[in-house]
């Protein structure tokens, strides 16, 4: 008996420190996010300022048209990509944006229905 009531008391022991310790082990969602974003600008620099290095280097005869004409389709995909994640996101809030202004709209609708109202 006192064996049984040693193992519950120990799984219910690791199970309230699961509880506890686990949430300081996982990332934060928002900081993640911000992490990307930054990450995501640096990265679509990078891309821009490569793509500029490319057409210089064709233009100085240092790279041959193949060449330039496949790294530049490779470079322009992964900042077209970047700026679809950037317009993704903006739009995101954008919406927020039109959502909050509806809202207000409608608020100052129900206050001057209200007046009326109380006019009569």
């Known amino acids: 008996m ?48 490569t793509l500029n290095e490319i057409e210089f280097e064709y233009k100085m ?10 790294l530049k389709k490779q470079y322009e995909i992964q900042v077209t990509k970047i700026m679809k994640d950037e317009e993704a996101s903006s739009d995101k809030q954008v919406d927020l944006d039109l959502l909050a202004e509806v809202e207000r709209e409608i608020e100052e609708s129900m206050k001057k229905n209200r007046k009326k109202g109380e006019g009569k």
């Open 61 to 70: 005869d240092k790279l041959s048209e193949s060449d330039y004409r496949q």
């Open 2 to 49: 006192d064996l049984v009531f040693m193992f519950l008391t120990a799984v219910f022991l690791l199970g309230c420190l699961y509880l506890v310790l686990a949430p300081l082990f996982k990332e934060d969602t928002f900081l993640d996010h911000t992490r990307k974003s930054q990450t995501n600008a640096a990265t679509k620099e990078a891309l821009l300022t």
